[in-house]
């Protein structure tokens, strides 16, 4: 239990939604926490208080008990017999959905493979015990549960609340808003999507140092690095390998920081792992001159197009980047000659156009990336901030994203 809760008594744990909980207080309250009767994995569903949340996983850590965040009682019932051996924590990951009355994709993983990151991380980001760490997004989602827990490991105080923070963990998305805000933290840990260039001048403008990663919830940390745009170097304790596929060099790690596995009502585990101990969820990457490495996204998210394979997130990074886009996406379209046509999803600034937008893309995209078709509205997003893909492509195919430019036909009523 010390491992996780390293504060004095009267320093203060958790801050959140006006309440206050002190180390000694967090103690007592875990140890005086009611799991479920028996010896199966608790839940602990969305929307439960961050407190409580917090109490009932530290709880389970101490017990030897399972703890799914993100499941209900009934939904941690099914799942419990499906875990893999060793199990102690169950978490969605940040797309993960589930239908009505079904239990959600869980990562399994042990407490200690997070555990053992909170030493690296802290000298990588330069936390400190008298720092105050806040998250930008709800706990079930795991790269917010995990900023809590590293704070306490480290006896520092976790917050809701950015103004007034030392350290703030965050997407790129949310970090834009938090950039503004008149009492800053000092320090942005980023992750969930490449932070444009535009983020890190203006961060740097406001004396924000931005400390970047790239990981997922299967496999935790992979990448850091504060040094260039885009491009990362190993995190402490982890083995890179890039190896070739045919939509190219696809990521793969190895550390102690991995998980069990993953794991649905159907049993299936997901989570792809070689004999050498490796393990990739399928994003690619590049090596770059200076040995770095730059994340190219998802391969599984690639657009096929008249033969070229175009990575959605490469190109949405660089629509990203354009004047007045504030956010951007990129999806593949059926189209009977090129196989897939891409199409982009823009949210724009006050005064922008997409004929604008479009005009200036021609720029910086060769014309294998260029999309054909462009559409203005707000991106969904999960509750981490990251797009809702799924979604997103649902109301463009559905036509619920408008008419889209150029209109449906060219003038000489030919197909646009």
Do not use: N
């Amino acid at each position: 239990m010390s491992d996780w809760l390293r504060g004095r008594a009267d320093d203060v744990a958790l801050a959140f939604g006006g309440d206050v909980v002190r180390y000694g207080e967090l103690a007592r309250a875990v140890d005086a926490a009611a799991l479920p009767p028996g010896a199966g994995a608790a839940g602990c569903r969305v929307g439960t208080d961050p407190v409580d949340l917090v109490v009932t996983v530290l709880a389970g850590l101490r017990r030897g008990r399972p703890v799914l965040v993100g499941a209900d009682r009934a939904a941690a019932d099914r799942l419990s017999p499906l875990l893999p051996e060793g199990t102690e924590l169950g978490l969605t990951t940040s797309g993960s959905t589930a239908p009505p009355g079904a239990a959600p994709r869980m990562v399994a993983r042990t407490g200690a493979s997070w555990l053992a990151s909170a030493a690296p991380l802290a000298e990588l980001a330069g936390l400190e015990a008298r720092d105050r760490v806040a998250v930008s997004g709800p706990l079930h989602v795991s790269m917010h549960l995990y900023a809590v827990l590293h704070a306490l490991s480290l006896g520092a105080t976790a917050t809701d609340r950015v103004q007034g923070a030392d350290v703030v963990h965050a997407t790129p998305t949310r970090l834009t808003r938090i950039v503004e805000e008149p009492d800053a933290p000092r320090t942005a840990i980023v992750a969930g999507a490449a932070t444009g260039a535009a983020l890190r001048e203006r961060a740097a403008d406001r004396g924000i140092r931005l400390v970047e990663y790239y990981g997922a919830a299967e496999l935790s940390f992979v990448l850091a690095g504060d040094r260039a745009v885009g491009v990362l170097e190993a995190f402490p304790g982890v083995d890179i390998e890039l190896r070739p596929t045919p939509a190219g060099d696809r990521i793969w790690a190895r550390s102690p920081y991995l998980a069990l596995g993953t794991v649905d009502e159907t049993g299936a585990t997901d989570l792809e792992r070689d004999e050498r101990g490796f393990a990739t969820v399928g994003d690619l990457g590049e090596r770059m001159a200076g040995g770095g490495i730059r994340v190219l996204g998802r391969g599984d998210a690639a657009i096929t197009t008249a033969g070229a394979t175009v990575p959605a997130e490469q190109v949405e990074a660089r629509l990203a980047a354009l004047p007045g886009v504030a956010a951007a996406a990129v999806l593949g379209e059926p189209h009977d000659l090129l196989g897939q046509r891409i199409v982009a999803v823009v949210e724009l600034d006050a005064g922008a156009t997409l004929e604008q937008v479009a005009v200036a893309a021609r720029g910086v995209l060769s014309a294998v990336e260029l999309p054909r078709r462009w559409y203005a509205r707000p991106l969904p997003r999960t509750a981490s901030g990251k797009v809702a893909r799924a979604a997103l492509r649902d109301a463009v195919l559905s036509g619920e994203a408008g008419p889209g430019f150029p209109a449906a036909h060219a003038p000489d009523g030919t197909a646009a």
